[in-house]
């Protein structure tokens, strides 16, 4: 039986740490972190993740605003907004929820948030100083995965992790992560992608498996060797009629067959998904910190 690599408890371990930590300094009378979310258009999964987001920073103590705009607003109009936020010292972290209407650059708009406050981690500079294996904010979704992780003790150093999908947002920073020279990476690191030949065999020799595809139960049992930490990204949403909302989300691996042969897995939901979140929270505090000192 496979240890379950619980996104919900460590984040509630994880977060109350952080909780503590916000609750130190504000005695010490600084203003508590500060995050802003900013939300365009009402795509139903974008407003449950930003309002996600909002219940983090009240759990942990910080300050979260959401600024919600329709999404009618021009480039320009969002451009100014961020420009506005980057000069405002009393905010520490920004993110904007993706996707955003095809009137507004996504390029433009992640460029335009000031690398010290990207606490997406999506700016060329953090993932250039990522690249480099030095100091900066880390994309939260593979962050998050190095501090669940650590939280159940998995060993990365020196074992041999494969990481499925090559995203700027998830398995290209993951193998980054997993392969620095830091205490949650010296990973030996196998990127794999959709023109990948014969992927088994490098599945089969995963120690640490992280599949980031979106392709729900892609990654069948005779794919992964027995004993395998096994991390899954994926979360599609597949028709089920059996739900109120009609549909659930699968991951990209098939859980019901490899739970019984991995050492350690995540579940969907509940595995990667809260730990995004905890990644983007931590990486506020970073930032947080860096300013009021530790
Ligand atoms: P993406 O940008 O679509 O990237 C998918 C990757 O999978 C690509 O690199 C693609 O290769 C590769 N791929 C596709 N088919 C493949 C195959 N047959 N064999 C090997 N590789 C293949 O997706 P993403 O943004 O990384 O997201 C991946 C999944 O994670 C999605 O389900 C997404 O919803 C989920 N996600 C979850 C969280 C969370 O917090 N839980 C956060 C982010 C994403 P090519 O580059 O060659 O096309």
Redesign the pocket.
């Known amino acids: 039986m496979a240890i379950i690599l619980n996104g919900v408890d460590a984040s509630v371990a994880i977060r109350s740490e952080m909780s503590a930590e916000v609750a130190q300094f504000v005695a010490k009378g600084h203003r508590p972190p500060h995050l802003v979310a900013i939300l365009v258009g009402t795509d139903g999964g974008s407003m449950t993740y930003v309002g996600a987001k909002k219940k983090a920073c009240d759990e942990i103590g910080f300050t979260g605003t959401v600024l919600h705009f329709e999404d009618t607003i021009t480039e320009d109009f969002l451009l100014s907004e961020i420009d506005r936020i980057n000069n405002d010292s009393n905010i520490d972290g920004l993110i904007v929820q993706l996707p955003l209407p095809k009137h507004i650059s996504e390029e433009k708009v992640t460029e335009a948030i000031l690398p010290s406050k990207d606490v997406d981690g999506f700016h060329d500079i953090n993932m250039g100083r990522l690249a480099k294996g030095s100091h900066g904010v880390k994309p939260a979704?593979p962050f998050g995965i190095t501090l669940l992780l650590k939280h159940y003790g998995i060993e990365i150093a020196g074992k041999h992790a494969v990481v499925?999908?090559?995203?700027n947002?998830?398995?290209r920073p993951m193998s980054m992560l997993l392969s620095a020279a830091a205490d949650y990476g010296n990973a030996t690191v196998t990127l794999?992608?959709?023109?990948?030949q014969n992927?088994k065999e490098y599945t089969l020799q995963a120690d640490i498996l992280v599949v980031?595809?979106?392709?729900p139960g892609?990654v069948t049992a005779d794919m992964v060797k027995p004993g395998a930490v096994v991390v899954d990204?994926?979360?599609?949403r597949v028709d089920d009629a059996s739900k109120k909302a009609g549909w659930k989300l699968m991951g990209?691996v098939d859980y019901p067959a490899i739970e019984p042969i991995a050492s350690a897995i995540t579940p969907v939901p509940k595995g990667?998904?809260p730990m995004?979140i905890t990644g983007l929270m931590m990486n506020t505090l970073v930032v947080y910190k860096e300013k009021f000192g530790s």
């Open positions: 979704t499925l999908g090559r995203s947002i998830v398995g794999c992608h959709s023109r990948t992927l980031a595809l979106g392709k892609f990204v994926g979360t599609t990209d990667v998904g995004t």
